[in-house]
């Protein structure tokens, strides 16, 4: 079994008060599905019962179905609320999870790249995506301590592809080009496989 640490929270069931949080996986909004062209609404209470049971089944749900990132109006919640796994501090049989509410990020110059991408609400797909090389980023945790963080490559590109959601984008309308989004296994075949350039 997986240990998931959440900023130090380690969580699974617990029980609290004798209030047992059951850990759920929620179900995936798709693309066309509305919730995910709405801008989302800020959280204005920490350190409830009810926003952690939203991240600790965030999180469960973006392990079950092998996301590095995951935004609440993907799990039918329009509310500034984002989780992403640091590809940086990844360890073996740990899944290090940030959760950040109410994100916002600062490019730091303005240098691009392109790079594919995926998301769990658009299941089977990637399209090439270009995004700011290196961000400044910020939010708060669940306790409502604001957190700040420097990221580039994956990182500051999870970071954009999450906050983004919360602004109704999707990265379909960031394509780097419009012809370079396809299924996995044509894209893996036609634009990753030198052969076939
Ligand atoms: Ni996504």
């Known amino acids: 079994m997986q240990t998931h640490i959440i900023n130090n929270y380690r969580y699974g069931i617990s029980k609290k008060n004798n209030y047992i949080l059951i850990v759920s996986i929620l179900k995936i909004a798709k693309l066309g599905h509305p919730v995910l062209l709405k801008k989302s609404s800020e959280i204005k209470e920490f350190s409830t019962d009810s926003l952690k049971k939203i991240i600790y089944d965030m999180s469960e749900t973006m392990i079950d179905y092998e996301g590095i990132g995951l935004a609440a109006p993907q799990v039918h919640l329009s509310k500034r609320v984002i989780i992403f796994r640091n590809p940086d501090i990844e360890e073996k049989e740990k899944i290090k999870i940030t959760p950040l509410i109410n994100p916002t990020f600062k490019p730091i110059g303005d240098e691009k790249e392109d790079?594919?991408?995926?998301?769990?609400?658009?299941?089977?797909?990637?399209?090439?995506?270009?995004?700011?090389?290196?961000?400044?980023?910020?939010?708060?945790?669940?306790?409502?301590?604001?957190?700040?963080?420097?990221?580039?490559?994956?990182?500051?590109?999870?970071?954009?592809?999450?906050?983004?959601?919360?602004?109704?984008?999707?990265?379909?309308?960031?394509?780097?080009?419009y012809k370079a989004f396809g299924f996995e296994k044509e894209i893996i075949e036609f634009w990753k496989n030198e052969k076939n350039r």
């Not at 945790?141 to 700040?148: P, R, T, V």
């Not at 970071?159 to 959601?165: K, L």
Request: proline fraction near 2%; hydrophobic fraction near 35%.
């Open 115 to 177: 790079a594919w991408e995926g998301c769990l609400s658009i299941p089977g797909m990637q399209g090439l995506v270009s995004r700011f090389k290196k961000i400044s980023y910020y939010g708060y945790d669940l306790e409502g301590n604001k957190f700040e963080n420097v990221a580039e490559g994956l990182h500051a590109r999870v970071v954009q592809h999450e906050i983004d959601h919360l602004d109704g984008i999707l990265y379909t309308s960031r394509l780097a080009d």
